[in-house]
């Protein structure tokens, strides 16, 4: 996101300088920025793993949006005390789980490779990365470096690719992208309004079990009092006293 915010910022000042630095035109033109830049979301990083240890990350993922990763491994030289090029016989599994825990990718790839799947259910996904590193004697102790990138709706499209395939002039790839960059904005709107209507149903439902247990305790302590008042009736009558 802090990239996306970056090129949200030069396509701000490009247009500034266009325009002779008109705030009135900027104030207009920034919502619309603002919303295609949430649009397009994705996240690279590198992380270590041992021989046997799994990672997982947890994403935040529309209904029926496209997900593509890309990675690439590195194995530490002890010789040269630097990260080389993982050999191509070293491999890594990567399997992702839905919000209902179901597998919806389970795959094995190269050192270096790209998966990519698209979410039926909106929520948290579960992306796990592991190596087949117990297989080779070459990693045995040592540590892997994993560079992972993972781009998620409009964003994890290659529109050069798009429109070599599909012959599109520039202004008609530029409104394709406009549109999709829409339709994302949309899903995630979907999403957000899910979101909020689950929250909402689970804060009604705390209310009620709170109010059903604010009755029932006030029941039972009604009931011990009327108890212990005819209990104590009970004993001074036996005593005599009343």
């Keep these: 996101m802090a990239v996306e915010r970056s090129a949200l910022g030069a396509r701000a000042g490009v247009w500034m300088g266009a325009r002779g630095g008109s705030r009135r035109g900027l104030a207009r033109l920034f919502p619309l920025l603002l919303l295609l830049g949430l649009a397009a979301r994705g996240s690279a990083l590198y992380f270590h793993i041992g021989e ?6 947890i994403e ?15 194995l530490y030289d002890k010789q040269r005390e630097e ?3 993982a050999t191509p016989g070293l491999g ?20 270096e490779g790209r998966f990519t799947f698209t979410s039926h259910t909106p929520g948290e996904h579960q992306i796990c990365l592991h190596s087949n590193s117990t297989k080779f004697s070459l990693f045995a102790g040592g540590m892997l470096r994993v560079h992972l ?6 964003h994890a499209n290659d529109y050069a690719e798009i429109a070599a395939k599909d012959k599109l002039s520039e202004l008609q790839l530029r409104v394709r ?6 339709e994302q904005i949309q899903k995630e709107q979907n999403y957000q309004r899910w979101r909020e209507e689950r929250f ?22 009604v ?3 009327v108890w212990q008042m005819r209990h104590l009736k009970s004993f001074f009558e036996a005593k005599k006293l009343v």
Excluded at 52 to 57: A, L, S, V
């Design 223 to 225: 009931a011990i009092g």
């Design 177 to 182: 992208q406009l549109v999709e960059q829409v």
């Design 83 to 85: 990260y080389q090029p």
């Design 200 to 221: 909402r149903q689970t804060s009604e439902s705390t209310n009620q079990r709170v109010l059903w247990w604010s009755i029932v305790q006030t029941l039972i302590l």
């Design 60 to 74: 935040e993922i529309p209904d029926e949006t496209m997900v593509i990763g890309n990675y690439r491994t590195q």
């Design 149 to 154: 990138d993972i781009q998620v709706g409009e």
């Design 52 to 57: 046997t240890e799994k990672k997982c990350f």
């Design 92 to 111: 890594m599994f990567v399997e992702v789980k839905d919000p209902d825990d179901k597998v919806i990718l389970s795959r094995q790839y190269g050192s």
